[in-house]
């Protein structure tokens, strides 16, 4: 297989891409992931009002390390001044690239005309991306869903527009800004997008890959040039090493040790603690506690723990004591 390349960035044979997740896809976070294989990666997504506002939030967003790379910033917002601006700031940042938010589906971004709200205003998102194009020298990638509801989708069209002005790559997540995150993902239209023969950028899918088995069903079903994993990846990093060895192999991988568990927790839970202040460190790591140590019988009393205490020397304790306590839990019989 030749090498995908966004422009002159390559990014593997069949990369395997981390997606953009508010408050799950911080630098503690890609961390973890690209140590176990992820490609290409991306920020949590940050308001271009955010941004060219200097607020504080927005800007911490900025942060990458060369560990990382090749990485994406990715910025969102409804008025296209403020996203050319925006996107001239993350240029700033050094990244690889550029990518515009045109997926998030939640009601306070969405309706403003953001995210997936712009979908109901395709020359509107157009103009919007060739601004954005002018305004840097990085390569410019997009992520958007197949359209607003099912008697809007144009997702063909939208990608033809987007590729006429200008874009590097696109992420299509299949479904509509109506089905939220519910039902199920919709990739023969993603793949009438990647075998459209008036597309030449590369397409990437994403949405319900939960599995090694599903990926390399999806990547041979639909042709995409990679694949984009959010929620599966949420607590467990190794998804991305699991598909790969399968995808080469055939073989499934056995599931990390309960030691490698507590490890990766555990440095999580460390750079989090210090790229953050402590307290929003804590409290953003308890979304990844229940899939670290998913399939535990009898753990609740140590979950409850593990999403109740504020103290970082109590979590640190209580990991290794998890550790010990379960440590055969997932050795192959």
């Known amino acids: 297989m030749a090498l995908v390349k966004i422009e002159n960035i390559e990014v593997g044979e069949f990369p395997l891409l981390l997606a953009p997740m508010e408050d799950v896809s911080d630098p503690p976070f890609r961390a973890v992931c690209k140590e176990n294989g992820a490609d290409l990666m991306y920020t949590e997504f940050i308001s271009s009002e955010g941004l060219i506002r200097n607020a504080a939030k927005s800007v911490q967003k900025l942060d990458i390390y060369d560990y990382e790379r090749p990485i994406g910033i990715q910025i969102f917002g409804d008025k296209i001044e403020s996203m050319r601006e925006a996107a001239a700031i993350a240029e700033g940042a050094q990244p690889e690239l550029i990518d515009i938010n045109y997926g998030c589906p939640v009601k306070k971004v969405a309706c403003k005309g953001a995210g997936a709200g712009i979908l109901l205003d395709i020359p509107k998102m157009q103009k919007m991306t060739e601004e954005i194009v002018k305004q840097v020298s990085l390569p410019v990638t997009v992520k958007t869903r197949l359209g607003w509801d099912d008697s809007t989708i144009r ?167 998890i550790g010990h306590k379960f440590e055969d839990t997932f050795m192959m019989a």
């Open 155 to 321: 997702i063909v069209e939208v990608a033809k527009r987007l590729q006429d002005v200008g874009i590097k790559a696109l992420t299509i997540h299949g479904r509509t800004r109506k089905q939220m995150y519910k039902g199920v993902a919709d990739w023969t239209k993603i793949a009438e997008v990647k075998n459209h023969p008036d597309i030449h950028i590369p397409i990437f899918g994403n949405g319900d890959i939960d599995s090694p088995q599903k990926a390399l069903e999806y990547k041979n079903e639909y042709g995409v040039d990679g694949i984009m994993i959010g929620r599966a990846s949420i607590g467990y990093p190794w998804i991305f090493k699991e598909i790969k060895h399968y995808m080469a192999t055939g073989e499934t991988l056995p599931p990390p040790t309960m030691a490698e568990r507590v490890d990766v927790a555990k440095r999580h839970l460390q750079f989090s603690l210090e790229w953050k202040s402590e307290r929003q460190g804590i409290y953003e790591m308890r979304r990844h506690y229940t899939n670290y140590f998913r399939g535990i019988p009898n753990f609740k009393p140590y979950r409850t723990q593990l999403v109740e205490s504020e103290d970082p020397q109590f979590l640190f304790d209580l990991l290794d004591e």
